[in-house]
């Protein structure tokens, strides 16, 4: 016997029973399950290479890990053993043909279902009532979490009918909706509080609440797949047909469970399943091929931790450890910073992957990334690969904590972080490089500077082809450059030209809104425009000044002064004006009546004799806002035809609402009144 392979699997055990108790007491994994697996593996090839090593408490011999010492014990009626798994076609091939033999039968009929990724639970109902609920543990010996079972709402606290057994043990997978647990998470982070790894890791975390008011407030499913003990009465004779009894009962079972032929069968339903898994709102790692008829179980019985009859079918790893080469930061279309890990590269999730998101500083930091660190990275489908959490026991020495960068990478902008925000901003919105395309689209569309026949593509042209960096040089077009670009005939060109030449007589709201500042829409550029008059005012005025206007607040007014603290910004201004953009600038009456200041009006549908534009002018030149949504401080809803939820929702609140004729009556008694 080599002492090599002795000292390894001593190696092997002790690192599967840390991990398993940082899985299953701590509830803080620290390996993904791939890596789990692929450690048991090798216990299990070393083991069968050796038997005269195995010993009683090696992993290979038990389920899972020893249960919490914070919950009372219960020992299982039946043992809760858990099932071999498959990572490849040829291994589910090799099952069907041992079950095959074993029953001499040339095909089998086999139940198949989703492999739930959540945490094992046993029911005992006894007289259809439920009188206990326990977590598998060890499979021999599990925890009592009655109490917190019964806040699950899935799980019916007394079944339906009267043909149940008088004693019925139902077995299922806790698991949290992905839903929910975007939600919890989010909850976690603003108290502070831990969040959670995956949906799994929330269910197990949130069943092991010692107090049950907790779990009650939890997004938890229940989904029963099995029976155990059952006394004085019957289920059924088939898996397919225990789950609709089950479901009979009112118990929960997966809406994905059918019934196949053959291996060809279980494998085309693998393929399918894994096709929708991540429109499903719950987490599955596999799928899950049984024996169908229980007499053929029996016959086939079980080797010393699982059944012979059934096997997990395992998806390609979704987690996968590797190494962090390098940040790297990428800046958006609206100028948002997101920092991007260069990987060392690793195959997950049937792919390749070398870099992955990471999201925002807050995230880096809570997480504790740093440069050289093993981490782990998640992949689900399509959705961008991300770094899920280093590995602080890999970490290499003297490695540094990592912070964004002040100032952005493409243009050398100033970077910010608004109050309400957890991204961070580049403040060169009209001269940063990554923001060009929007900024410009912004800058001609209706609302803004209105030049007509100037679409996206043609933009985006423009933009690839070098004749436009920032929106000043819309300005300096002529008729050769944009009768040179593809698909821009004279007449094309010409009409173009023309509604450039248009454009630069506007006024001093569109001028604003089409700077496109963050935060800053079309009623907010209005309410700047009519309380500074003019441009050169609104640009000097500091975070102060801006609050004190009417709608601006303190994240706007700071979003408003850094966008123009920025030389970038004011230089793209400056060419503008140099290019003959120009508009009247606005008389400041400080003692004009507003009648309708401090009133909030939304105007809903659409009006036949005046356009909404035009009603919500009249309104703004009468002091009141105009919002966008119905709300308990909305004081009037203009109706118009076919005005939608807005309407019934100013109705439920009791909203006073004024059709066409009614406002228009409104609006000159409020005029006379002036």
């Known amino acids: ?14 690192d599967i029973h840390y991990h ?23 216990l299990e090839a070393l083991e069968k290479k050796h038997p005269e090593l195995i010993t009683l408490d090696s992993p290979t011999q038990r389920v899972g890990s020893e249960p919490l010492s914070s919950f009372s014990q219960i020992n299982h009626l039946l043992p809760m053993l858990s099932l071999s798994n498959a990572f490849e076609d040829g291994e589910v091939n090799d099952f069907d043909r041992r079950a095959r033999e074993k029953l001499g039968v040339d095909k089998i009929i086999y139940a198949v279902e989703p492999k739930l990724d959540g945490l094992a639970i046993s029911l005992l109902y006894e007289n259809g009532v439920l009188i206990r609920g326990a977590t598998r543990g060890d499979g021999v010996t599990g925890e009592d979490v009655t109490q917190n079972v019964r806040t699950i709402e899935a799980i019916p606290l007394r079944l339906q009918g009267d043909d149940y057994p008088l004693k019925l043990e139902v077995r299922g997978e806790v698991v949290m909706t992905k839903s929910g647990f975007d939600k919890l998470n989010e909850s976690q982070r603003k108290k502070g509080d831990k969040v959670f790894a995956n949906p799994r890791n929330a269910a197990a975390g949130s069943l092991r609440q010692l107090d049950s008011k907790i779990t009650a ?23 397919s047909d225990i789950l609709l009894k089950l479901k009979s009962w009112g118990l929960p079972i997966s809406s994905e469970v059918k019934q196949v032929t053959g291996v060809n069968g279980c494998l085309e339903y693998y393929e399918s399943i894994q096709k929708k898994r991540d429109a499903l709102n719950y987490d599955i790692d596999g799928v899950v091929y049984k024996v169908d008829n229980i007499e053929q179980q029996k016959e086939l019985g079980f080797v010393s931790r699982a059944p012979r009859w059934a096997i997990a079918h395992k998806f390609a790893a979704q987690e996968e450890m590797t190494t962090l080469l390098g940040i790297d930061v990428q800046v958006g279309r609206t100028g948002a910073l997101t920092p991007v890990a260069r990987l ?27 440069v050289g660190d093993t981490v782990i990275v998640r992949r689900a489908g ?5 770094v899920v959490s280093s590995i602080k026991s890999k970490r290499p020495a003297r490695t540094k904590k990592y912070k964004l960068p002040t100032s952005c990478p493409v243009c050398g902008s100033e970077v910010i972080r608004l109050d309400d925000e957890a991204i961070m901003r580049c403040t060169g919105g009209l001269f940063c490089s990554a923001q060009q395309k929007e900024a410009i689209k912004h800058f001609i569309s209706r609302k803004a500077m209105d030049v007509d026949g100037l679409g ?20 300096r077009l002529d008729m050769q450059t944009l009768a040179g670009l593809e698909r821009m005939a004279e007449k094309s060109a010409q009409n173009v030209i023309n509604a450039i030449e248009k454009s630069k007589d506007t006024t001093l709201a569109r001028f604003i809104f089409a700077l496109g500042i963050r935060q800053v829409g079309e009623t907010t550029a209005k309410t700047l425009a009519n309380s500074f008059g003019n441009l050169t005012d609104l640009m000097a005025a500091n975070e102060e000044k801006l609050t004190a206007i009417p709608d601006v607040g303190p994240v706007v007014a700071d979003s408003i002064a850094h966008f123009f603290h920025e030389t970038h910004n004011r230089t793209v201004i400056d060419k503008l004006i140099d290019y003959g953009v120009h508009w009247a600038d606005i008389k400041i009456d400080e003692d004009i009546h507003k009648p309708l200041e401090n009133q909030t009006f939304v105007v809903t549908g659409t009006l036949s004799d005046m356009g909404r534009d035009e009603a919500k002018s009249a309104l703004e030149q009468l002091g009141a806002k105009v919002s966008g949504s119905v709300s308990k ?28 004729k009614a406002f228009k009556i409104f609006l000159q008694k409020v005029q006379t009144s002036r």
């Not at 407030?217 to 898996?239: D, I, K, N």
């Not at 997950?348 to 990334?369: F, M, P, S």
């Not at 399509?382 to 991300?386: L, N, R």
């Not at 996206?456 to 300005?475: A, C, H, R």
């Open 633 to 660: 401080k909305t004081n009037y809803v203009v109706v118009g035809e076919k005005p939608g939820s807005k309407a019934a929702k100013a109705e439920s609140l009791g909203i006073e609402m004024l059709d066409e």
């Open 382 to 386: 399509d959705v961008i690969p991300e």
């Open 456 to 475: 996206d593509k043609l933009v985006e042209q423009l933009v690839d082809t070098n004749n436009v960096k920032d929106v000043s040089d819309l300005y």
């Open 217 to 239: 407030t939890r997004p938890l499913m229940f989904y029963s797949y099995a029976v155990g003990l059952v006394e004085q009465g019957s289920v059924a004779h088939s898996q």
């Open 344 to 370: 060392e590269p690793v195959f997950v999730g049937g792919v390749t992957v070398t870099n992955a998101t990471l999201h925002n500083q807050d995230e880096i930091d809570r997480k504790d990334i740093r």
């Open 20 to 42: 398993n108790h940082r899985y299953y007491v701590l509830d803080d994994p620290e390996i993904p399950d791939i890596e789990y697996d692929r450690l048991l593996r090798e």
């Open 1 to 14: 016997m080599s002492v090599l392979d002795k000292d390894r699997i001593v190696k092997l055990r002790d």
